[in-house]
């Protein structure tokens, strides 16, 4: 029997396809990776005593498909969330993540290079006295949801008051400051951390926060390590450790790693 192969058969084989490399992009590398995994190879199970004609177990298996959308709701809520996010941020507003975009300021507007500027030299003057810091900056108020629970500032980006905020004896250099549209948000502030599990050994909670975030947010960010002053730069759940301070202003300028 001859196959009738249409045009919306192809969009829609292409639109499987689209979503499955999305979702396997955002659980790569975590443990929901093991379960999703898990899953298909029930499904496939299913499928093969359901041909097979092995009517009890295709019984007992198809409960289990039958609730398998909640099921995945349930576990992967997460990475759903995430997933959403990423179509919002990624593909209904911009391709691109820039520093100059989150400001919405034209290219030689000097404003954005001089925010930019105090936010490199404050991360060189704390990686210098290894001290410890995590800075999310976003865009179009992306950040509000992050910011319940922390110290909303709403001052001036100044080298000066991202030190004192994480400065060691200070109450607010716990958390992350959350930096949008030109201002200084929020600190304090719990961000969430990522569940890669190909994070190295040495990376402590503020890098785990910084790779977090980025996964949650169309967000840059900046962690600082107290132990050894290396900076570390977040985007979409990759990063970049051990970067120089132009390094770093290339990528808050760019909105790219590479």
Same mark, same amino acid.
């Given at each position: 029997?001859?196959?009738?192969?249409?045009?919306?058969?192809?969009?829609?084989?292409?639109?499987?396809? /689209?979503?499955?490399?999305?979702?396997?992009?955002?659980?790569?590398?975590?443990?929901?990776?093991?379960?999703?995994?898990?899953?298909?190879?029930?499904?496939?199970?299913?499928?093969?005593?359901? *041909?097979? #004609?092995?009517?009890?177990?295709? !019984?007992?298996?198809?409960?289990?498909?039958?609730?398998?959308?909640?099921? @995945?709701?349930?576990? /992967?809520?997460?990475?759903?969330? $995430?997933?959403?996010?990423?179509?919002?941020? $990624?593909?209904?507003?911009?391709? $691109?993540?820039?520093?100059?975009?989150?400001?919405?300021?034209?290219?030689?507007?000097? #404003?954005?290079?001089?925010?930019?500027? #105090?936010?490199?030299?404050?991360?060189?003057?704390?990686?210098?006295?290894?001290?410890? !810091?995590?800075?999310?900056?976003?865009?179009? =108020?992306? @950040?509000?949801?992050?910011?319940?629970?922390?110290?909303?500032?709403?001052? =001036?980006?100044? *080298?000066?008051?991202?030190?004192?905020? /994480?400065?060691?004896?200070?109450?607010?250099?716990?958390?992350?400051?959350?930096?949008?549209?030109?201002?200084?948000?929020?600190? =304090?502030?719990?961000?969430?951390?990522?569940?890669?599990?190909?994070?190295?050994?040495?990376?402590?909670?503020?890098?785990?926060?910084?790779?977090?975030?980025?996964?949650?947010?169309?967000?840059?960010?900046?962690?600082?390590?107290?132990?050894?002053?290396?900076?570390?730069?977040?985007?979409?759940?990759?990063?970049?450790?051990?970067?120089?301070?132009?390094?770093?202003?290339?990528?808050?300028?760019?909105?790219?790693?590479?």
């Amino acid at each position: 029997m001859p196959f009738n192969i249409t045009i919306p058969d192809v969009i829609d084989v292409m639109l499987v396809a /689209f979503i499955l490399y999305q979702l396997y992009r955002l659980i790569r590398g975590t443990a929901a990776f093991s379960i999703f995994f898990g899953i298909i190879l029930i499904y496939l199970t299913w499928l093969a005593v359901k *041909a097979l #004609e092995m009517e009890l177990i295709t !019984a007992l298996l198809g409960q289990v498909m039958g609730v398998g959308v909640i099921a @995945l709701i349930i576990v /992967f809520q997460q990475e759903v969330r $995430r997933f959403l996010l990423v179509l919002g941020n $990624r593909y209904i507003k911009t391709s $691109r993540f820039s520093l100059r975009k989150i400001f919405s300021l034209k290219k030689e507007d000097a #404003e954005t290079l001089q925010i930019a500027e #105090e936010i490199v030299k404050a991360c060189q003057s704390m990686s210098a006295q290894k001290i410890g !810091a995590l800075i999310v900056i976003g865009r179009k =108020r992306s @950040l509000d949801l992050f910011s319940e629970g922390g110290e909303i500032l709403n001052a =001036r980006v100044s *080298a000066g008051l991202v030190e004192t905020i /994480f400065f060691k004896n200070t109450p607010l250099h716990d958390g992350a400051m959350l930096i949008e549209e030109k201002i200084i948000l929020a600190a =304090r502030c719990q961000v969430p951390t990522t569940e890669q599990t190909s994070i190295p050994a040495g990376f402590g909670m503020r890098h785990r926060a910084a790779i977090g975030i980025s996964e949650h947010s169309a967000a840059i960010a900046i962690a600082v390590s107290e132990e050894n002053g290396h900076i570390t730069a977040a985007i979409a759940g990759k990063y970049r450790y051990n970067i120089s301070p132009d390094e770093l202003r290339k990528i808050l300028i760019s909105g790219r790693l590479d």
